[in-house]
């Protein structure tokens, strides 16, 4: 046992001397390091040395040539990301929906009530950014041009038209007693272009017009004889811009606002006219007092009837219930609504639906996403535009 315990004893002296050598050899080389030590240059350090290079023009060229700094990924410096139709800016703490100009040189970004704001971006350079009373469309030309549409404040402006230069200098504003339906800007930024929604207002009612970004002014305002377009080409050449519809039909003013289609559009409603007449009626509205009515209260009387009981409706009723949901779009206590203004445009797509009036439903729930996204309608619409275009191609 005493043996036992005496070779424990020589192993653990053993093990403390070679700890106390280890230990003394380790501060050696500590010393030998703060001697003689190593310079590491780390990523941050890296960085710096590179900023002050690029903060002194002597050595830009250089700079230039070796670094790996490429202006292309600035926005990871700025921390600029898209995200589908959005577009993330950090720098401004800034978020909202961008266009960017056809030759994809600038982005015109617009965030809606409550920021309000725009950001005009040239490549990765924020040239402008600024505050802008509730923007809802946002279109930018090759030159940096600029439109804003914004809603209006109340009943007597329901919208202002605004056109910007690159510089951020306001070059037209259109105050308007109607809400804006839809507008456009030709590719080169030369004119612009904006259709009026229906509104009591005749002056602003349901009217096109059309504007020269040069000269700063409105060129003319017209009632456009078609109707409401979806979009619009601009042929600064021959000066001639073509309304584009729904069903790929077109039609053209010259840039002195004369409706160069007549004939067409004529021949046209005489072959419309027949298949409409079934749905004549729908405009007469003399059976109805409507001076007694409150429109909030048929809306929610109108919408309840469409969610419970539509397709149990006869034909009667369902074209009595069109009736009434288009005379509300006259109603500022529906139209200034957005919910409500959405909804009615899709109910009056349900019913139209229903009475299988198919083209005639997808112009209301187009109508109805214009105004809100999130109205409900986006698989419909779809399913809508593909059984159109198949049914036109089978003829």
Same mark, same amino acid.
């Given at each position: ?23 003394? !050899?380790?501060?050696? @080389?500590?010393?030998?390091?703060? &001697? ?25 060229? &250089? ?26 800016? @950090? ?51 090759? !030159? ?92 600064? =050449? ?19 606002? @004369?409706?160069?289609?007549? =004939?067409?559009?004529?021949? /046209? ?31 929610? =009387?109108?919408? /309840? ?26 109603? /500022? ?57 198949? @049914?036109?191609?089978?003829?």
């Amino acid at each position: 046992m005493l043996l036992l315990i005496g070779i424990l004893l020589i192993i653990l002296l053993i093990v403390l001397v070679l700890f106390f050598i280890n230990k003394k !050899n380790n501060k050696k @080389d500590i010393k030998k390091k703060v &001697k003689n030590p190593v310079k590491k240059i780390t990523g941050t350090e890296d960085f710096k040395e590179k900023n002050k290079s690029i903060s002194n023009p002597e050595n830009n060229n &250089k700079i230039n040539q070796n670094s790996n700094i490429k202006r292309r990924n600035l926005p990871y410096r700025k921390n600029i990301t898209f995200h589908g139709e959005y577009i993330d800016i @950090d720098e401004l703490d800034f978020f909202g929906k961008f266009n960017k100009s056809p030759n994809n040189i600038y982005i015109l970004a617009y965030s809606e009530y409550p920021k309000n704001k725009y950001v005009l971006i040239k490549k990765e350079e924020i040239l402008i950014h600024g505050n802008i009373e509730r923007p809802s469309h946002a279109l930018v030309a090759n !030159n940096g041009n600029f439109i804003i549409n914004n809603w209006g404040v109340s009943s007597n402006l329901r919208a202002i038209f605004t056109v910007f230069n690159k510089q951020g200098v306001k070059i037209i504003k259109e105050e308007l007693k109607a809400n804006i339906y839809n507008s456009g800007i030709s590719h080169d930024g030369r004119y612009a272009i904006c259709q009026t929604c229906k509104s009591k207002y005749e002056a602003d009612s349901n009217k096109l017009l059309f504007f020269d970004l040069i000269e700063n002014k409105l060129l003319w305002k017209t009632t456009p004889i078609p109707g409401p377009a979806e979009s619009y080409i601009f042929d600064t =050449e021959n000066k001639i811009i073509t309304l584009i519809y729904k069903d790929h039909k077109e039609y053209s003013y010259n840039f002195s606002g @004369d409706f160069l289609d007549q =004939e067409q559009w004529e021949e /046209e409603l005489s072959e419309n006219s027949k298949s409409n007449n079934q749905l004549e009626f729908i405009e007469k509205d003399n059976d109805i007092d409507w001076s007694n009515i409150d429109p909030s209260e048929l809306f929610e =009387e109108l919408e /309840e009837e469409n969610k419970t009981r539509l397709k149990k409706l006869s034909k009667e009723e369902s074209l009595s219930n069109l009736k009434k949901l288009k005379k509300l779009l006259n109603y /500022e206590d529906i139209t200034e609504v957005k919910y409500k203004h959405a909804r009615t445009y899709r109910y009056i797509g349900e019913i139209l639906l229903e009475l299988d009036k198919k083209k005639e439903a997808l112009e209301n729930f187009e109508k109805a996403l214009q105004i809100s996204k999130r109205v409900g309608v986006k698989r419909i619409t779809k399913k809508l535009r593909k059984e159109l275009k198949n @049914d036109k191609l089978k003829f």
